[in-house]
């Protein structure tokens, strides 16, 4: 029996999180992927792209990301030879295989990690510093080899990543052996730290150490961690003449723009958020809320892509010409969203990933799942190819041939790449995909991501519910959700309506649940006394749509792109008729689009196919403009595939936004 049907409108948020927004991850391992879209993901994660990541860092192939702790622990000679954030890289390994095991225990890697944090324990210095980079010149005797010499060797963004893997390998092994290794590294960091001056304080370049120190404070419940994670926060402020690329020219509380290197700015805010979530410091709301706001309305890319320019100035044309400096892999100004030479580092996506998944537990809105959502299914997944084990830094939306640009990363996948962060950071958010899933609140159960697979969650003031979600999810949006069991109490599921659907309809056990407000871009509020068996269907219209930008977004002038679901499509130059430029093709008005299921396709894919206008482009040589003249053209209907998915087979020029044909 239905005893209350609603949907709730936005909480307002004036200043800490109350009991009734907040909303909690579930432990790792709760919910897994069963079949279809994400298991096929997960399969890849543990039969390809883990292994074969543990043998490109534990061998000297490329860089000697494992044998750095074996040199440093005095086990093995050699030189640090690698980026000073290879040991950030190698934790976020560790902490995929974790969350790994946590659905699938596996004697195999448990013992391997054991083996492998051994090393790392050993390779710690008694004070708790821990950077390979330093430890192995001042084992070779180089007393000149200190801590924090220089901020850009990235000693907070690596204990930062060790302290996040330490708690997961605590939560899913019960083992405390790295969770110690880390505390002592936070402890070195409470001590160093104590009393900084201006130029210790600049010592936060990516700053994963905030999100790292959270997650110390709730796995131990050690409140010295929230209250250093405050004080590294706050330290902030004291940098005198900073700049927009480390988002230090001004106090955090008056930060209202986002600026500056978009991975920096992204981790910056997702701690920042982590530490409003547990301290209910309700004046870091404001900067939150703004620098989210502007980039959602002004700099994100349609795939959720964060950061245009590889290379640029802030702030832009200010008149303020003192405070301009060089920014780098950074967000440019309001509206700037080249296609071609767009920078969208893998970590910088990902980021924002982590920043909306702590602000929808600070909030309970929709709004921040949809973003994660556009990001995961786009720009994350597009950063790794269909076998697993090439990978993208930059994630641009139009790739021509020849680049009419050069430009410093690759525009096909590798193996390795010099800036390994990416890599392993997408292994572990592939990773934690099925604990971005659902949460619980109060007697609430949350269904953020569609995906067949099973949940055991322990929901506040209910008990266990099992449920059980079927679907073909992005391919239709058909989703069916089951109750196995659940105590005899009510509770409310809380089902999220995607912004991008235009209606959605709901049934419960076959019969349809009419007056039922589904707003898309909310959380749908069912409350009642479930029974085992209930089944709810829920149907997310999704037709295949053209996007078009805001009109101030000079590079999509008269452009659309194609979306359907929350997946952003693309024309690969493969797939138009031979010797076609992509920058001949027009989309026409009437696109007729027409899906196609085509399971031999990259892994299994729908296309769209729909009616492009190829227009004959003349005699460009030498010339930069000349007079109008209408292009001879033909029409032809070609196939679009998911964005993600580009760069498979052979290279081949690629968009995703296409002018419209007149
Ligand atoms: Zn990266």
Known sequence: MLVCLLALPFPILKGQPSDESR??????????????????RWSSLKQDMIPSMWELMKGDTYKPFYQHFLIAAGLQE????????????????????????????DEKWDTQLDTIIETIALAQSPDGYLHTPTLIKQRQGDTQAKPFQDR?????????????????????????????????????????FENPTPELARNAVCPSHYMGLMDLYRETGQQRWLDLASHLIAMRDLVEEGGDDNQDRQPLREHEEIHGHAV????????????????????????????????????????????????????????RQTQI????????????????????????????????????????????????????????????????????????????????VDLRWS????????????????????????????????????????????????CPNVGPVNLTQETLYPWNGSITLKIESCPQKPFDLALRIPAWTPSAQLTLNGKPLENLLCEPGKFLHLRRDWRPEDQIKLDLEMPAQLIESHPLVEENRSQVALQRGPLVYCLEGIDLPKNTAMTAVAIEEDFQPRIHHRPNLLDDVHVIEGR???????????????????????????????????????????????????
Request: neutral net charge; charged residues 15%.
């Open 264 to 319: 920096r700015a992204n981790y910056l805010y997702a701690g920042v958020t982590d530490l409003f979530l547990e301290s209910g410091d309700a004046s870091l709301w404001t900067p939150l809320e703004a620098t989210w706001k502007n980039l959602m309305e002004k700099k994100v890319y349609l795939t959720g892509g964060c950061g245009a320019l590889y290379d640029g100035a802030a702030p832009y044309g200010s008149a």
């Open 23 to 40: 909303v909690y991850p579930l432990p790792h391992g709760s919910s897994t992927w069963s079949s279809g879209f994400w298991a096929q």
């Open 411 to 458: 525009r096909e996948r590798v193996r390795f790449v010099t800036s390994f962060c990416c890599p392993p950071n997408l292994l572990r958010i592939l990773a934690h995909t099925p604990s971005y899933a659902y949460a619980v609140s109060d007697q609430t159960l949350w269904v953020n991501l569609y995906g067949s697979g099973n949940l055991q969650a322990d």
């Open 612 to 662: 492009v206008r190829i227009q004959e482009p003349g005699d460009w040589d030498g010339k930069l403009y000349r007079p109008y003249q209408k292009p001879r053209s033909t029409t032809q209907r070609v196939a679009f595939i998911p964005y993600y998915a580009w760069a498979n087979r052979r290279p081949s020029e690629m968009t995703v936004w296409l002018p419209l044909a007149h």
């Open 78 to 105: 050699g030189q640090y030879h690698g980026a000073q954030w290879n040991d950030g890289d190698f934790y976020k390994w560790m902490e995929a295989v974790c969350l790994m095991m946590a659905v699938e225990p």
């Open 325 to 404: 400096t060089r920014v780098h892999q950074a967000y440019g100004r309001n509206y700037q969203l080249p296609n071609l030479t767009a920078h969208n580092e893998t970590c910088a996506n990902i980021g924002s990933m982590l920043w909306q998944w702590k602000l929808f537990q600070a909030t309970g809105e929709a709004r921040f799942i949809d973003a994660l959502e556009r990001t995961l299914y786009n720009s994350l997944l597009s950063g790794v190819d269909l076998q697993g084990k090439h990978f993208f830094y930059v994630n641009p939306l139009q790739h021509l041939d020849p680049p009419p």
């Open 152 to 192: 850009f060797n990235f000693e907070m963004y690596n204990m930062g990543h060790l302290m996040t893997t330490a708690c997961v390998h605590h939560q899913v092994t019960g083992k405390k052996t790295l969770l110690d290794v880390a505390l002592k590294s936070a402890g070195f960091l409470e001590k160093a």
